[in-house]
């Protein structure tokens, strides 16, 4: 199928969260395959329709927060790239059975893997089992089938909503390893700790703004290079 590449750039988290709201909606007439992607004008944090972040996180102040759609817990915009892929009824991996719905996020982290294995030298690999139990206690340490890990670890949080008129996939690739003092405001240490061991991120903690720039810029490119690829 086509797909359409739509690049909207830096927003507040509640635009950049309603925009993929609109975009979701109109999928039920336009019936159009798009790679979404998205920037942020402050450091933010999304989180999933069932969660409330003031319960988690230590403090909301100076961090732009804003509400999914789709489902999971609270993911750091900060030192990740964000993406969303809006996929009409008429692809092939839409399934209406609930049962089924895991083929979803196979299909579109599958994409991601080829994108990511072509740009960094490491071995991202999709976990098969229907969860791994050592992953857990928040999001982005909770490896479930279908997910995306390098060496063991979490690489890439994924949420989805379906309709039938088609889904919402929703996804952050950890980059970098968020400033320890960033952690420390939002975060309470337990969490921290399970974040530097479970989250697998490239650029390590040894980064800097342009360094994460120009990663972005890359990975742009080469996702929408796997996914015109996948048209034919």
């Given amino acids: ?13 509640t ?8 975009l979701f909606q109109n999928l039920e007439t336009q019936q159009q395959g798009i790679l979404h992607f998205y920037d942020w004008l402050h450091p933010a944090a999304t989180y999933g329709c069932f969660v409330d972040p003031k ?7 100076g961090l732009d927060l ?11 915009h900060v030192a990740d790239f964000a993406f969303s892929v809006i ?28 994108a990511l294995n072509g740009l960094f030298p490491k071995n991202y690999e999709i976990l098969q089992q229907e969860d791994a139990s050592i992953y857990k206690d928040f999001c982005m340490t909770k490896g479930t089938k279908y997910d995306l890990l390098s060496e063991g670890k979490k690489a890439v949080g994924a949420a989805q909503r379906r309709k039938k008129f088609g889904y919402l ?11 320890i003092d960033f952690l420390q405001t939002y975060l309470p ?12 991120s490239p650029l390590g903690d040894s980064w800097d703004i342009q360094m994460l720039k120009d990663t972005r810029e890359q990975l742009k490119a080469k996702l929408i290079e796997v996914f015109q690829e996948e048209e034919g």
């Fill in 1 to 13: 199928m086509y797909w359409k590449v739509l690049d909207t750039g830096p927003g507040l988290a």
């Fill in 15 to 22: 635009e950049v969260m309603q925009r993929d709201v609109q």
């Fill in 55 to 61: 319960k988690i996180l230590l403090t909301t102040e």
């Fill in 66 to 76: 804003g509400k999914r759609l789709t489902g999971g817990g609270i993911t750091f």
């Fill in 87 to 114: 996929v009409p009824a008429s692809h092939s991996s839409f399934s209406s059975d609930p049962s089924k719905v895991l083929r979803q996020y196979q299909y579109v982290n599958g994409l991601v893997s080829r």
């Fill in 169 to 179: 996939h929703q996804g952050s690739i950890s980059l970098a390893v968020p400033r």
């Fill in 189 to 200: 240490s337990h969490l921290i700790e399970k974040m530097l061991q479970f989250t697998f």
